[in-house]
Structure formats: structure tokens, C-alpha cells
């Protein structure tokens, strides 16, 4: 199957525009992005598309060798770039796709103009000198209600995430993004996800970078933000008034002004 099928790619905005390409974090697709979508779109040709296991992309494709790790995703959105004919791309990853989008963007520099990282890890686990936010010890407890209980874990977690408990239909939807995730599937995801550790890659990257945290953020405290934006040569770090790890559904309006200022250059 080709990549536009496998991946349910869909491209809407202006035909002409610079190609925007979003990349949803785990337990999402591509629906997430939906509320900041009209906005880039006005100005923009915009690629979304679902990872591997996610939303409506073909699950027969997903093998645990190729996905075991982030470059196999990688190696998709560049894929995408490919078949499509993507150059001068805008990619913006949000959680852990921010991570996917830097070693892609290392992969191939050429192919990509910018880089927005929205509420970006490289490693969640704390060490001596870092904080990732969890200790070895609450990433193994979070794996193992995750493989214990997949749905329970999706229902107590998505408002933890969200961090809105004022709007309670924010912390419904991500449940439901969730529970659309294949489980085995999940599970293998979120192991690739918080064990990972693409600190080392940060500093290879040669692409004009923002980064994007929330003023709060559960997954991706404040100083991860801060720890990715000196890592990454002259990237630019930005704070949104906003709560929770998924701004693109709690702050749409900040979310996607902040991307249209960096893509503009104002």
C-alpha cells in the first residue's frame, strides 16, 4: 500500500502555499489538529495524516521491528514528503512527534525550511542534571497500568494531560482519541515513546526551530521546554498562556498565531 493510503493522508488550504505538515502526538490523530487547521489553511497548503496505528492509517502496516523505535516514524513522515513532493516544508510534531520531526528533519535538512516543536520531550525520564518530568520508577508504574488496563489507563490519564478540569470535554476527547488506538498497538507506542532518549539529537539539528510549551504541562514541564531551546542552536522558545500538553485543542488560537508568526518571520 502506498504511504498516502497507509497513513490516511490528507492535504487541504491553499494549493499553492507552503506546505504545513502536522504530526500528532500518541493516543491522537490527525482529528486533533482540526481546530487550528482553518487558519493555517487560509495561507497554507496543510498535510495531515495518521501514524501508523492511529485513526484511519492501515493497521495490517504496523510491525514491531520497523515501529519499535521513533525512526521508523520518522522514516514515514519523510515518506509523505516524498510521495507528495514536499519541499520547503513547515513540520510541526506535537509531544512526541516533535522528536519524530527531529530526526527526520536530521535525515534530510534540505527538505524542510522549519521546525515547530509543540510541547516537545526528548526524554521523560529524570536523571542527575535533568528533569524529564517522571522518575524510572513512575514510567514503569504507567506502563504497567497501560498494559493492565488499557481503556482504565486512557480514562484516568486524558484529563491528567489535558489539565483543564473546568472543561471536562477536553479531557472526553482525548480519552476517545485514546480508546480509537489500537491497544496493541498502544501499548508498544508508549513504551517507544517514554523510554526514548533523542537528547543527543537535539544538537544536530540544523533547520530554524521554535519551540512551543505551555505555561503548565504535566507530560513536558517548563524546564524541558527550556532544556530543548538551548540544545537546539538559535531555535526560538515560546510560552503559551495555556494548560495542559495539548494546546492545539485547549488554545487553538494561540497555538496556530504562534506558528503563523514564526512561519512569516514576524
Not at 182 to 206: E, G, M, W, Y
Request: glycine share 8%; hydrophobic share 45%; net charge negative.
Amino acid at each position: 500500500m502506498d504511504v498516502v493510503s497507509r497513513n490516511n493522508v490528507v492535504v487541504t488550504g491553499d494549493e499553492a502555499g507552503q506546505p504545513v505538515l502536522l504530526a500528532h502526538g500518541f493516543g491522537c490523530d490527525q482529528h486533533l489538529w482540526r481546530l487550528v487547521v482553518p487558519p493555517l489553511a487560509a495561507r497554507h497548503r496543510v498535510v495531515l495524516f495518521d501514524h501508523v496505528g492511529a485513526g484511519r492509517s492501515d493497521l495490517s502496516a504496523w510491525t514491531p521491528e520497523r515501529y519499535g523505535s521513533l525512526d521508523g516514524y520518522a522514516d514515514d513522515v519523510l515518506g509523505i514528503c516524498r510521495e507528495l513532493d514536499l519541499r520547503d516544508v513547515v513540520l510541526v510534531g506535537h509531544s512526541v512527534s516533535a522528536m519524530i520531526a527531529v530526526l527526520a528533519a536530521n535525515a534530510e535538512p534540505e527538505r524542510f525550511a522549519k521546525l515547530v516543536l509543540l510541547t516537545p520531550s526528548p526524554c521523560y525520564v529524570d536523571e542527575e542534571g535533568y528533569r524529564g518530568g517522571f522518575s524510572r520508577a513512575d514510567i514503569d508504574e504507567l506502563l504497567g497500568a497501560l498494559e493492565s488496563n488499557y481503556l482504565g489507563w486512557s480514562a484516568a490519564m486524558a484529563p491528567v494531560i489535558m489539565d483543564n478540569p473546568d472543561r471536562p470535554e477536553l479531557g472526553d476527547e482525548l480519552t476517545n482519541s485514546f480508546c480509537r488506538t489500537d491497544p496493541v498497538i498502544a501499548r508498544a507506542f508508549a513504551r517507544t515513546t517514554f523510554l526514548s532518549d533523542n537528547r543527543a539529537d537535539l544538537a544536530k539539528v540544523c533547520v530554524p526551530t521554535l519551540v512551543v510549551q505551555c505555561a503548565r504541562d504535566a507530560i513536558a514541564p517548563r524546564e524541558v521546554g527550556r532544556f530543548v531551546h538551548e540544545q537546539v542552536r538559535g531555535s526560538e522558545l515560546v510560552t503559551l498562556d495555556a494548560v495542559g500538553h495539548c494546546p492545539q485543542l485547549s488554545a487553538p488560537r494561540a497555538t496556530a498565531e504562534a506558528i503563523m508568526r514564526f512561519v512569516s518571520g514576524r
